[in-house]
Nanobody, 120 residues
């Protein structure tokens, strides 16, 4: 069992930056591929960024490439999402997600979500 708790969201002006953190409790954090998803009002949840077990591989949605960076610190059971050059269309609830390779599920555990609002 893994519990995921996000922090770092809030209100930021267009062009600004935020850093989201997600701390995992439970065992074997390094056994999970970690991702950030987001869901904007009236839209489906979408994957934003994914990082492999030890951080060697990252993938990003086209809409956030070159602006967002995902990273992880396995010693601290934490995954981060650095968001730069934020746009109003980045406004959404952001979710941390954990997937164990081979589980057969897209996501095994979800965080509770955290609001990010980009507005002047």
């Amino acid at each position: 069992q893994v519990q995921l708790v996000e922090s770092g969201g809030g209100l930021v002006q267009p062009g600004g930056s935020l850093r989201l953190s997600c701390v995992a409790s439970g065992s074997s954090f390094s056994r999970y591929v970690m991702s950030w998803y987001r869901q904007a009002p009236g839209k489906e949840r979408e994957v934003v960024a994914t990082i492999s077990l030890f951080g060697a591989t990252t993938n990003y949605a086209d809409s956030v490439k070159d602006r967002f960076t995902i990273s992880r610190d396995n010693a601290k059971n934490t995954v981060f999402l650095q968001m730069n050059s934020l746009k109003p269309e980045d406004t959404a609830v952001y979710y941390c997600a954990a997937k164990r390779p081979g589980s057969g599920r897209e996501v095994d555990y979800w965080g509770q979500g955290i609001q990010v609002t980009v507005s002047s």
